[in-house]
């Protein structure tokens, strides 16, 4: 039987050997209720046990280095409410003179709901510096459903900083006038 340079066999020595020590087993991930959005370097909308998550995941873990080799993830099943997300990693890594040690261990991220930027803008008063106010005076509503059908299809109302419906009509709240005139021409260009 041959040594590693440690005196143990291979064996022994890959038991005794913790390939994961300095890779984080535990994290914090930022959710925002309102909008259903997860903090990466921006927020963005993933579903649970999606792909993107599983990239938002990884990218949270501290540790994974060059050296390291993941070879595979997933995720472990949790309640719903728990507001637990568990990734399952098998990682490898080169240890001494060729021998390979490979581990698989759990993750676990806890979810902390907080409100993103957005959605705080919403709450405050008085934030918005342009509005945009859209009315129709009949007794039917087809031409104003229709209407709203294709500003949410263009995603027209994504800037805005609020929405508000109004007897005759709805009012979009902008942060700058620009935005504003970007929807009021959109509109006159779908009126046409």
């Given at each position: 039987?041959?040594?590693t ?15 994961s ?12 209720r ?8 921006g ?17 949270k ?66 934030i ?24 949410m299809?263009?995603?027209m ?24 005139n ?11």
């Amino acid at each position: 039987m041959d040594a590693t340079q440690s005196g143990m066999c291979e064996t022994c020595f890959k038991n005794n050997i913790d390939i994961s020590e300095g890779i984080t087993k535990q994290g914090l991930i930022h959710y925002c209720r309102q909008c259903d959005r997860y903090l990466k370097t921006g927020w963005i909308r993933c579903s649970l046990e999606s792909s993107d998550m599983m990239t938002l995941c990884l990218g949270k873990v501290k540790g994974l280095n060059k050296s390291v080799k993941i070879l595979d993830s997933s995720f472990v099943w949790t309640e719903p409410h728990s507001k637990r997300i568990k990734v399952k990693l098998s990682i490898q890594k080169e240890v001494l003179n060729g021998v390979v040690v490979q581990k698989t261990f759990i993750v676990e991220f806890v979810v902390e709901w907080i409100q993103c930027d957005d959605c705080k803008k919403t709450f405050t008063p008085h934030i918005w510096n342009a509005a945009c106010q859209i009315r129709q005076k009949v007794n039917h509503k087809r031409t104003f459903l229709l209407m709203e059908q294709l500003i949410m299809k263009h995603q027209m109302h994504s800037k805005a900083v609020n929405i508000k419906e109004m007897p005759e009509g709805i009012d979009f709240y902008f942060q700058n006038k620009s935005q504003a005139n970007s929807l009021s021409d959109f509109i006159t260009v779908k009126e046409n």
